[in-house]
């Protein structure tokens, strides 16, 4: 017997379709239902790839007594966050404001008529363990707590109604943006990544990215952000985050060294870190692991991650099933429940019987590997030091991907997706069984790996990585669009929901990273000039339906797509992925300089006052923003001749645009444009490099 989630596109909601609780999907029946008959909602967020999401999902939720007393008390809705983030965004909100924490699965307790929060958690287990109640005796504390204290219940709701709405207002005084504000963010975020944590290590890009801008400036700083940057990029991809065998990115480790992750891969990791490691390189960390940890997780998103329609799938999950016969024979099949990490990691027992005498020693030289292992009694592979591996070492390691894909690196090109459990455990792999692939399209996720090709095809030179990043675009262009309004998601050419501000704006920055990238590679792949126009125009549907006339930035969602949502939010805040209003806003900045229209420069201005509260008071909250105030104060037009261009835009320049210029006077190389100033017309490459140089940096 199913539920309502059986005919669900989103494989995370399908995954608990046989579950024996009476899940809704988010629509307005179940919102209805739950103000007709006066039950609580029951509200569950996650995502495909989410551990603990999985976890629950075979305890908590498939047992019968919980769904028995669940399906009697409340109206249990699940939400995709990767669906809908905005719904996630406010819900996660009120959890950290009632318990000071989150993450998922969010568990969270809704009034039925205002959908308003007044209880929530993460994981709950069946029985009291790990300091967490039985998840049954929440239910029943709560549904109690519903029916008898209805003056504390009215109390409870006003104060987080209220402090939601005062979030989203942003009520507080603006302040002057001027450099010492920049200059103070921008050590506050370095900082961040600098300090030590104890706990788990997460890529923390947007930060990371604001660090490295910071290796431009010669001033009395607490943090070394050169040396900060740098470490950052060794930790991605030296450490047991990063899949040495195979390329790509996890999700983040569970500890404060960087060796075992947490093992999902998500596209949108991947995307800034691509980035990340082309810009260190560019900014003169010539480290060989961040070019082979690129050239690499570029493989793996080939293999494994695109679709045949050139966009890219979401994510991968962190579990695998184990087949009854050792993995390294092959032709694996079957296995009874998936295992975390079951796909990535080596027992010491494998390796000896998998490697050469010469080789195990080599590996165990250069990685962390031990007859006890890091991780179970297993091993995650972690790089002791940095430099270029030996060619035994990469011998090895074609041994190890062979394991897990039944075949070399340079022979297995394409390796198709387990598109859900069922699939993984009966299919007969020729290797290891995979993780479940989660093939949907998302177009923010989308968008930041374009990004991240761009600019390493920029950097590098390679013109296959701008060709991967053109299809994915093309295809966005050519079927994420409905009767004229941009979508976020598309399931196997069915393309859904409507675009967030996250959609907006990272795609408008892709292309103007396409934009850039073609003016240097390969001008055949695509023409700079249609990048730019698609630009203008994503952008301009972009201002009409999600810009806050009133308050100034963009609204996670457009007005006709909001009347389910308590507070209508704009994002501000970067997590795993920069905040939409941050990138957005330096976009804005580049469009100015690029089209030549000072509308764009304007709109910046209002939305970086709109949020020059948090950016003066609480910077450490939106990295983004205060690189979108980078672009602003230092936002540089380079226009020179075609031939040049390759010669400069791979070098680092974080606020600076390109534009190929055929008109230039005689004897003149390049001009050099502060926004709304030009420099003296640069007669030489050398005047031309000071010129870029000082305006990169101008006080």
Known sequence: MVNRLAQSQSLYLRKHAENPIDWWPWCDEALEAAACQNKPIFLSIGYSSCHWCTVMEGEAFSDRAIAEYMNSQFIPIKVDREERPDIDSIYMQALQMMTGQGGWPLNIFLTPDERIPFYGGTYFPVNPRYGRPGFLEV????????????????????????????????????????REVFHKGLELN????????????????????????????????????????????????????????AGGFHRYTVDA???????????????????????????????????????????????????????????????????????????????????????????????????TAEELAEIQAQFT????????GKNVLQRRHSGQLSETVETALAKLFAVRYGGHPNTVKSFPPAR???????????GRIPAVTDTKMIAAWNSLMISGLARAAAVFGNSEYLELAVKAADFILENQWIDGRFHRLNYDAETAVAAQSEDYALFVKALLDLHQASLSVVAEVGTSDKWLQKAVEVQAEFDEFLWSVELGGYYNTASDASGDLLVRERSYTDNATPAANGI??????????????????????????????????????????????????????IRTTSDRIPGLIWQYYPTAVFQIETDLPEGVVGLVCECLTCKEPAKSQELLLAEIEQSQTRG
């Open 139 to 178: 239910l029943q504390s709560i549904r109690r707590f519903y029916d008898t204290e209805k003056r504390k219940l009215q109390a409870l709701k006003g104060e987080i109604l209220d402090s939601l709405q005062q979030s989203a207002l942003l009520t507080g005084v603006t302040a002057e943006l001027n």
């Open 190 to 245: 370095t900082g961040i990544i600098a300090g030590s944590n104890p706990g788990p290590s997460f890529p923390m890009m947007p930060y990371a990215e604001l660090a490295l801008r910071g290796t431009r400036f010669d001033c009395d700083a607490k943090y070394d952000s050169k040396q900060v940057s740098t470490q950052r990029g060794l930790d991605l991809a030296l450490g047991g985050i990063y899949d040495h065998a």
């Open 257 to 355: 060294t960087w060796t075992v992750p947490h093992f999902e891969k998500m596209l949108y990791d991947n995307g800034q870190i691509v980035e990340y490691l082309a810009n260190l390189w560019s900014a003169g960390v010539r480290e060989p692991a961040f070019e082979t940890a690129v050239a690499r997780t570029v493989e793996w998103l080939k293999r494994e991650m695109i679709a045949p329609t050139g966009y890219f799938y979401a994510a991968q999950d962190a579990d695998s099933f184990t087949p009854p016969t050792p993995p390294y024979q092959g032709g694996a099949t079957g296995g009874s429940e998936p295992e975390e990490g079951a796909f990535y990691v080596w027992t010491y027992t494998e390796l000896e019987q998998l490697l």
């Open 369 to 376: 590997v031990s007859r006890a292992g890091n991780f179970e």
């Open 420 to 430: 859900n459990n069922q699939e993984a455990k009966n299919g007969s792999w020729p």
């Open 584 to 637: 957005a806003i330096a976009s804005l900045v580049r469009l100015a300089l690029l089209a030549q229209n000072l509308e764009y420069l304007d709109r910046a201005e209002q939305g970086l006052q709109a949020f020059s509260s948090i950016i003066s008071d609480t910077p450490q909250a939106c990295p983004s923003l205060l690189s979108a105030l980078d672009w602003y104060q230092h936002s540089t037009l």
